[in-house]
């Protein structure tokens, strides 16, 4: 047994020695989780925010100013004036999403009680950006028009408030700078540890290894702890420095915790990786299995949109793919601060499909290595 | 003799560090059969890449045909009328094209129309003998006849120069006499040509007319073969080249011992009975037995792919027997049985040490996971650093060693661990002489000092006479065993090489294995005495010829075919379904603290929708927060005591609504809904208690359209957005493969050393795989259309268009990714890395384009996905057409451009 460990430990560190001297891969990993992280978190948010909108005024009065005014940052860039002749182009472009339009006469109507009709355009192609958008304009307008003309405003009977718990600005960052980091460790631990057996069988060392006193099992354990290793820690040094330090993210809960639940993961997700090896003879074959697999996982685990409006059996087939849980438990720890208590049995369930993986990769480990040879 | 068909002056040419060649003059003689000898790393194959214009001319003057290499133009020239056959068994041919198809793609490369080339095939097939094999797959062909192949390919388009890299290396001695009387029947149809040949074979090289023999990078001397045996005052020219080397040298040339005759204490090591191991219908290995007594060195000698390797595998349980048994030290093999693997070390055929690592590193973790006890292994290791005179090399990595070297140090991994049994499977197939006798002094010493049994198979007869028994093997069965004076006397030959023949042609290889046929007519073409047009700058046929062969590999390769085509169509599926914006089923819980007929009512305004599922009511404050934090709840509606009466009392009670903020997009939506919801809610009050809502109306009325999408059906925004990310994907994905996986396999060596231009190349590549991903394109349109239901409301001649130039676009960036990399691994993780990131976050999918900032603008419109996707999303929804779209359609198309011309940039022609 402990012999055993001690040759999962020798090479595994065969395989950073591997990873080390691949400059290629060094840098790749290092962009995934820096410059690519701060990318998205900063600069792509699907929640309003920059949103491209654009004002046609044919009223021209105080009132219409102060709408204009009102419609600012962040949610909004600079609102741009534009003719009502333009309109239909510049959606269609693709230019503006939202385009206010501000009728004549519009402050006039307002002061005499007629309701006059502010029309709000949305384009719902942008499908992230146009409801709330949409909502948001509306709340805008209201609250101007009601500070410019208090008397108008009627009581409501009741106050209804929303509060946003574990994150109460509802800051978008927050969100997307974790879930960026969740699916680039996706990204990187498949193709890290399905690539590491094909290049290993394609250069005929893996026959050597199976000559040895070495047990498929403990090959497969070696290649398992060393990518998940380099992945855990460049995903920790991301999350504390990228994420926390330069993002200025507050991360609610536990940072063990969170560790531990990673290593899980990549220990379902490297072995799924390594499943997937099995079934290919060759690079090329794996590149295309494997790039369907991350797509779906980044897209369909509810890192990227809610999880809940997908249809059941939708729902219901992603609870295999080992992202979903993590997606899932990630958001738990990190966002609502959830302990152990609360997540221990999703923890298992992340490990069991995780075993189940590994198990079929060391099923069809020699029978895939007869088809390669 | 006439002018030479290559000079070299002060040629040098460097590998980083290490200077790999250094001549000051050589002149290598046209229209005869010029052989350069010399051990591995001494820079014949080096020398043979420049010649071939493969690699590139660093320093110095090289003339080939008349033709200054360092000059493109000329080069080009010259290339079309060099043959040049790069090192190792058919590395230049498609393994999964067939005999025939490898030709016709040869023939394309030179212009060559079909009756040209059918009418050439057929006359080199029937010359080689390989005419029955036409159809069969390169890959499956046996060494010796993927070297006639490679021969036929060669010759295809009658170069005046055919330039061999070690062409018998590791081939049988039939099958390598058959390659030289090949040679010889070609040579006199066409007695112009100049043939140059790298040999590490003595006695071949004793049958060329002039030899050069280089050491270190520098020329020993050149001549005739009897020339140099008189310079050297030698007899053979083993001997003489020995004798030509410098002292220092000479001095490390160890005589062979004499075999001792082994001492038989009748203990068997290895027994073989009925050993049987089928791959399908195919029978790699027919009811093998023998008998392998210990401490004895057992030789295993065949031709390619007469089942040595495979037997040796089941010896080593990397293969389980279909039938029979084997026995290691009289117990039955069980592979899972790790003891007995302590007990034997294995060397494969192929290198199979981590080039990542160094020498020592090697040593040591193999000494490791052989569980040598701690403090034994480094001085073992150090033992067999010095054993294997292997001290100056231990902290490099093997990859830079030279050959012989790196055969030395595999053999030291494999007896680390001091095994009784050593299985090594061509050893020193491709070692230079010197190199081998060290390594047979190793062995010896092995086997009668330490007692090791040693099982080894080779292709070197003079290698097989120190052996105390060899078996002879061919189609895997065993024709013959005994000691190399008992087979020599059985068949009444005088040298093992003629008996292994005539056994061979007693078992009736001669006749399938193709010896020439005899009806080459030497007279039949005549010798090209008219140079050779120069090839054109740009060929359209030289293009189709790569695309063609593309497109053949792909339909070879049914798994990844399937893939390209149903890959996106299944994805579109999940995610037109999957990825929605629509917010809804939402879990939530009611903690009323009132439980009056008005909270009541107010909470039955969550119902009825399915925008809100109800969960069981929450009963205190600590389980609202705890729901919330188990992600169980989405949000809790929290109603506070007094509500009611507040209410009628005109109090304006507050009720609290608290959301999960984790999922910023979704908390904002239902800020929306619940501010939705109470507007509802306070006019239905107002309806029933005054008759009209007028009391509660806003000043203004908001009047929202939403355009382009009037149901707000999820699907139809991302039904277009998904086919912009599947189509770039996909297709970069398949092309990032492309360059890099000839680069790794070698046959980069037919673009380097063919007049093929590098955009034809590329082209050539991309298009099978533009073509794919165009198919893909529309069959995502139809299945938008009849699955999803969502119409094409534009132009789709401009979305066909567009699309077209976007698979252009993807596939080049593929192939530019290809350029750029060393490995496919390397290609894989680049593709995936910096494609999937702009792609799935920058292209409109989720996040309009209008939007982005900062970075994540400059990144995303850097990738043509953000510039295709409102073409995609304007035709489908905003029933747009090119007038609106021209701007982005033509910036895809600079894409497209943008992306094929920095691959051609990155390509280099030559290598280094």
Redesign the interface.
């Given at each position: 047994m402990r012999a055993g460990l001690m040759k999962i430990l020798r090479l595994g560190i065969k395989e950073l020695y591997g990873l080390k001297s691949d400059a290629v891969m060094i840098a790749l990993i290092v962009y995934a989780f820096t410059v690519a992280i701060y990318a998205v978190s900063t600069g792509a948010k699907f929640d309003v925010e920059n949103a491209a909108i654009a004002v046609v005024d044919e009223d021209q009065s105080a009132l219409s100013d102060r709408l204009k005014d009102a419609l600012m940052k962040p949610m909004f860039k600079p609102a741009v004036e534009i003719g009502a002749n333009e309109v239909d182009a510049a959606m269609d472009a693709g230019r503006f999403v939202f385009v206010v339009e501000i009728p004549t006469n519009f402050e006039r109507d307002v002061i005499a009680g007629k309701h006059p009709a502010v029309q709000v355009d949305v384009d719902a192609t942008a499908m992230s950006q146009a409801g709330n958008g949409a909502s948001f304009i509306q709340a805008i307008l209201l609250n101007e028009v009601a500070a410019a003309f208090p008397d108008k405003l009627k009581a409501t009977p009741l106050n209804v408030v929303v509060r946003a718990k574990f994150n109460p600005n509802l800051e978008s960052i927050w969100f997307t700078s974790v879930m960026q980091v969740i699916n680039n460790i996706t990204i990187l631990s498949l193709i890290l540890s399905g690539a590491a057996l094909i290049r290993e069988r394609e250069h005929g060392t893996i026959e050597h290894l199976l000559v040895m006193p070495v047990k498929p099992v403990e090959i497969l354990l070696s290649k398992i702890w060393a990518n998940g290793l380099v992945i855990v820690v460049a995903a920790t040094l991301c999350l504390t420095i990228v994420v926390e330090r330069l993002l200025g993210v507050t991360v609610n809960g536990s940072l063990p915790l969170f560790v531990t639940i990673t290593a899980i993961y990549l220990f379902s997700v490297t072995s799924l990786g390594i499943l997937i090896a099995t079934f290919t003879t060759s690079m090329a074959q794996f590149g295309l299995l494997v790039m369907p697999v991350m797509i779906v996982m980044m897209l369909l685990s509810g890192s990227m949109t809610p999880s809940e409006s997908m249809p059941v059996w939708l729902q219901d087939a992603m609870l295999v793919a080992p992202s979903t849980h993590f997606v899932a438990l990630a958001q738990a720890v990190l966002y609502r601060g959830a302990g152990l208590d609360l997540v221990w049995g999703r923890m298992l369930i992340l490990f069991g499909i995780g075993g189940i993986f590994f198990a079929l990769s060391l099923a069809r480990f020699r029978a895939s290595l007869l088809k390669a040879g | 003799m006439s002018d030479p068909v290559a000079r070299l002056v002060d040629v040098r040419h460097r590998y980083g560090k290490t200077t790999a060649l250094d001549l000051a003059e050589l002149a290598i003689p046209a229209g005869s059969m010029a052989g350069l000898i010399g051990p591995d790393g001494v820079g014949k194959s080096t020398l043979l890449g420049l010649v071939a214009g493969v690699t590139k001319l660093q320093s110095g003057r090289l003339d080939v045909l008349d033709a200054d290499m360092a000059h493109a133009s000329e080069r080009r020239r010259a290339c079309g009328r060099i043959a040049y056959m790069p090192q190792g068994l058919g590395r230049n041919l498609y393994p999964t094209l067939s005999v025939a198809e490898n030709l016709h793609f040869f023939g394309r490369l030179f212009g060559q129309g079909q009756r040209e080339r059918d009418a050439r095939i057929a006359e080199l097939l029937a010359a080689t003998g390989l005419s029955a094999f036409a159809d069969r797959p390169a890959g499956k062909l046996s060494g010796g006849m993927k070297q006639k192949l490679s021969i036929c390919a060669a010759l295809i388009h009658d170069p005046d120069l055919l330039i061999l890299d070690e062409p018998t290396t590791g081939v049988d001695p039939l099958s390598r006499r058959q390659f030289w009387q090949l040679i010889d029947a070609m040579r006199a149809r066409r007695p112009a040509m100049s043939t140059i040949v790298a040999t590490a074979y003595m006695e071949e090289a004793e049958r060329f007319d002039w030899l050069a023999a280089l050491f270190d990078g520098k020329l020993l001397a050149s001549g005739t073969p009897p020339d140099l045996m008189a310079k050297a005052g030698a007899d053979s020219l083993d001997r003489a080249f020995i004798g030509l080397l410098p002292e220092a040298e000479r001095a490390r040339h160890v005589p062979l011992p004499a075999l001792t005759p082994l001492a038989h204490d009748g203990a068997v090591a290895i027994e073989a009975e009925g050993l049987t191991c089928r791959f399908g219908a195919f029978t790699a290995v027919d009811h093998v037995s023998f008998r392998i007594r210990r401490g004895e060195i057992f030789g295993f000698l065949g031709s390619n792919g007469s089942g040595k390797s495979t037997t040796m595998?089941m010896l080593?349980?990397?293969?389980p027997a279909s039938e029979g048994e084997a026995k290691l030290f009289g117990q039955k093999l069980d592979a899972?049985d790790?003891?007995t693997?302590?007990r034997?070390g294995?060397m494969?055929q192929?290198?199979?040490?981590?080039?990542?690592?160094t020498v020592g590193?090697n040593l040591t973790?193999?000494a490791?996971?052989?569980?040598l006890p701690k403090d034994e292994i480094t001085p073992r290791v150090a033992e067999m650093l010095d054993r294997f005179d292997l001290k100056d090399v231990v902290d490099i990595?093997p990859d830079s060693l030279p050959l012989g070297q790196r055969q030395r140090l595999q053999l030291a991994v494999a007896v680390i661990h001091r095994p009784e049994l050593l299985i090594l499977d061509e050893p020193t197939s491709g070692v230079d002489p010197i190199a081998r006798d060290s390594f047979w002094v190793e062995l010896i010493r092995l086997s009668r000092d330490d007692g090791v049994t040693i099982f080894l198979s080779t292709h070197f007869m003079n290698e097989a006479e120190r052996c105390d028994r060899i078996s002879l093997m061919h189609h895997g069965r065993v024709l013959a065993v005994g000691s190399p004076a008992e087979i020599c006397a059985e068949r009444k030959t005088a040298s093992l090489e003629d008996a292994f023949i005539s056994v061979l042609e007693a078992a009736g290889m001669g006749r399938e294995g193709g010896a020439p046929a005899d009806g080459v007519d030497a007279k039949s073409v005549p010798a090209a005495a008219v140079a050779a047009p120069v090839p054109p700058r740009f060929d359209l046929g030289r293009l189709m010829a790569y695309a063609w062969r593309e497109m053949l590999e792909i339909r070879r390769?049914p798994?990844?075919l399937a893939?390209?085509f149903l890959?996106p169509l299944?994805?579109m599926l999940?995610?037109g379904?999957?990825?929605?914006?629509?917010?809804?089923?939402?879990?939530y819980a009611a903690f009323d603290q009132d439980r009056s007929a008005e909270s009541r009512q107010?909470l039955a305004a969550f119902e009825g929708s399915h925008t809100f599922d109800r969960k069981a009511p929450i009963s205190n404050a600590t389980e609202l927060d705890?729901r919330?934090?188990?992600?169980e709840l989405?949000l809790a509606v929290e109603v506070p005591p007094g509500f009611g009466s507040d209410?009628v009392r005109?109090l304006?009670?507050?009720?609290?609504?608290?959301?999960?903020?984790?999922?910023?997009?979704?908390?904002?939506?239902?800020?929306?809904y619940?501010?939705?919801l109470?507007q509802t809610y306070?006019r239905d009050?107002a309806l029933a208690r005054y008759g009209t809502a007028n009391?509660?109306?806003?000043?203004?009325?908001?009047?929202?359209?939403?355009?382009?999408?009037?149901a707000?059906r999820?699907v139809?925004?991302?039904v277009?957005s998904v086919m912009v990310?599947m189509l770039a994907?996909?297709p970069a994905?398949?092309t990032?493969?492309g360059v890099v996986?000839e680069k790794e396999t070698g046959s980069i060596a037919n673009f380097q050393s063919t007049p093929v231009t590098r955009a034809e190349f590329l082209i050539g590549k991309q298009l099978p795989y533009a073509a794919i991903a165009y198919v893909s394109f529309f069959l995502l349109t139809i299945e938008a259309f009849l699955l999803f239901g969502v119409p094409i409301k534009g132009s789709f001649a401009t979305l066909a268009l567009a699309a077209l130039l976007y698979v252009l676009a993807t596939t080049a960036f593929g192939l530019l990714i290809s350029t750029i990399?060393?490995?496919?691994?390397?290609?894989?993780?680049?593709?995936?890395?910096?494609a999937?990131?702009p792609a799935?976050?920058?292209s409109?999918l989720?996040?309009?384009?209008?939007?982005?900032?900062?970075?994540?603008?400059a990144?995303?419109l850097a990738f043509p996905a953000a510039w295709f996707q409102?073409v995609a999303?304007?035709v489908f929804?905003?029933g747009?057409a090119i007038d609106?779209l021209w701007l982005n359609t033509a910036v895809v198309g600079l894409f497209a451009v943008g992306f094929l011309a920095a691959a051609n940039l990155f390509l280099s022609k030559q290598g280094r």
């Open positions: - | 595998k080593t349980g990397l293969l899972s790790m003891s693997r302590r034997v294995y494969s192929s290198f199979s040490l981590y080039g990542e690592l590193q973790l193999h490791r996971l052989f569980q990595g390769d798994l990844r893939f390209a890959g299944i994805l999940a995610f379904y999957g990825i929605s914006f629509d917010v809804d089923h939402l879990a107010f705890q919330l934090k188990s992600g989405k209410l005109g304006k009670p507050e009720v609290g609504v608290w959301v999960d903020g984790g999922m910023t997009f979704r908390a904002e939506t239902i800020r929306g619940i501010s939705g109470t306070l009050q009391a509660v109306a806003a000043p203004i009325d908001i009047e929202t359209r939403f355009r382009y999408n009037q707000f999820s139809n925004a991302m277009p990310l994907l996909i994905i398949m990032a493969i996986k990399v060393k490995t496919q691994v390397a290609a894989i993780f680049a593709t995936a890395i910096i999937i990131i799935v976050n920058f409109g989720l996040v309009p384009v209008s939007a982005l900032s900062g970075g994540a603008r990144i995303g409102p999303m304007g929804a905003k747009l609106v």
